[in-house]
């Protein structure tokens, strides 16, 4: 029987961190992209056996394409590496265009030289998809568990697709896509092609259990719900606001992401960098 190791609330219900200091603005996309793919060489380089937890999405595809450019440059080897990914649609198979597998593989997986069996998805075709989340969890727990977890976040302040509203202690599972993430979406799904109505996720306590997260947010549509970030306390109303309670999450934003910080956060940043 497997055994989850310690809930992250054990963390006192204040921050694990000053908020604040979680915050890095950076010029634009491509200089965000560049920090990520040297970070990721770094921990490739001093760990050549490190679990990975990957996200897609529009946000990610400049990091992958950066990483690719400078991970062929420096030829590095990428086989004895694990990577989780967070989501996947249910309904689609792995060879679907919009799959976020077939998306995996178009960014990043095609392009260098991986071992696919060191590669995880969830499988939107699982026949019974609890049984597949509970698989999920447990393949995560049993390759010793995610160094680095790469997020980007929803308009909505999900990640993964944990909606808002998803408890803080929730496994990998099934969840309804709220409208809002389906009509973000559906901006990758042309023609009469639909936003598949529900995804697989990892949950929220996955995603607390890697030692280390960098969620990523580009460009102004995601300003407003990165102010909310500041503006409010821990809730599952936003669900990345329970990044606050993680020891060693950033959180690297674009100037237009950071385009609506309130000046109290602006100003305390200039103060630490000072
Ligand atoms: C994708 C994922 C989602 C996206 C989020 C932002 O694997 O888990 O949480 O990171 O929806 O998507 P983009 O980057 O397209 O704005």
């Not at 447990?138 to 509203?165: C, D, M, T, W």
């Not at 407003?224 to 020891?247: G, M, Y």
């Amino acid at each position: 029987m497997l055994r989850f190791p310690p809930f992250f609330t054990e963390v006192p219900l204040s921050y694990a961190q000053a908020p604040t200091s979680m915050l890095h603005i950076f010029p634009d996309a491509s200089s965000i992209a560049d920090h990520v793919s040297r970070s990721l060489i770094e921990k490739i380089q001093s760990k050549p056996d490190v679990v990975l937890g990957l996200a897609t999405g529009g946000t990610m595809e400049p990091v992958y394409a950066r990483f690719v450019e400078q991970a062929r440059a420096l030829r590095l080897d990428v086989c004895r590496l694990t990577s989780f990914n967070l989501d996947e649609y249910v309904g689609l198979p792995a060879d679907h265009p919009k799959s976020y597998a077939a998306y995996m593989n178009e960014h990043l997986f095609r392009h260098l030289g991986f071992d696919a069996s060191r590669l995880h998805l969830p499988d939107g075709l699982a026949q019974d998809l609890p049984q597949h989340c509970r698989e999920y969890s447990a393949r995560i727990l049993q390759s010793g568990g995610i160094e680095l977890q790469l997020l980007g976040v929803g308009g909505n302040g999900h990640i993964g697709f944990n909606e808002p509203g998803t408890p803080f202690d929730s496994r990998c599972h099934v969840v309804e896509l709220s409208e809002r993430t389906r009509i973000d979406n559906s901006r990758f799904f042309e023609g009469n092609a639909v936003v598949p109505a529900s995804a697989i996720t990892m949950g929220m306590y996955e995603i607390m259990q890697a030692r280390e997260i960098v969620l990523v947010a580009t460009g102004e549509s995601k300003a407003e719900i990165v102010s909310q970030w500041c503006r409010n306390d821990v809730t599952e109303a936003i669900p990345f606001t329970v990044l606050k309670r993680h020891a060693r999450a950033k959180i690297l934003l674009d100037e237009a992401a950071a385009s609506l910080l309130p000046d109290s956060v602006r100003q305390s940043m200039l103060a630490m960098s000072a």
